[in-house]
């Protein structure tokens, strides 16, 4: 959801353009008060000079790796090979058995 509000965002946005985007308008500015510069502290991207906004490309990955969706996913390790001979021909036509 809050990547959908980002992505309708200009490419450096302002705090209150970022605070509206991620907690609406109703809790902004106290989110731009008081959060982002707890965000900051832990990697939130800083307002570029030149541009006088934050790049949203980069909020929105900061966003990613805050919620562990860069992260990656841990894969099962295989449970070994398979047997296909374990299969017989069912004495129906066309049909298999497991015996």
Not at 32 to 60: A, N, S, Y
């Amino acid at each position: 959801m809050t990547s959908d509000a980002l992505s309708h965002l200009p490419l450096f946005a302002t705090d209150q353009q970022l605070a509206v985007a991620i907690v609406g308008k109703a809790r902004a500015s106290m989110w731009v008060k008081t959060v982002i510069p707890q965000l900051e502290k832990k990697g939130f991207p800083r307002i570029d000079p030149l541009h006088d906004g934050r790049p949203v490309p980069l909020v929105k990955k900061f966003y990613d790796g805050y919620f562990g969706i860069t992260a990656g996913f841990s894969v099962a390790a295989p449970d070994g090979g398979e047997d296909l001979s374990i299969w017989k021909r069912s004495k129906r036509r066309g049909q298999y058995a497991i015996s």
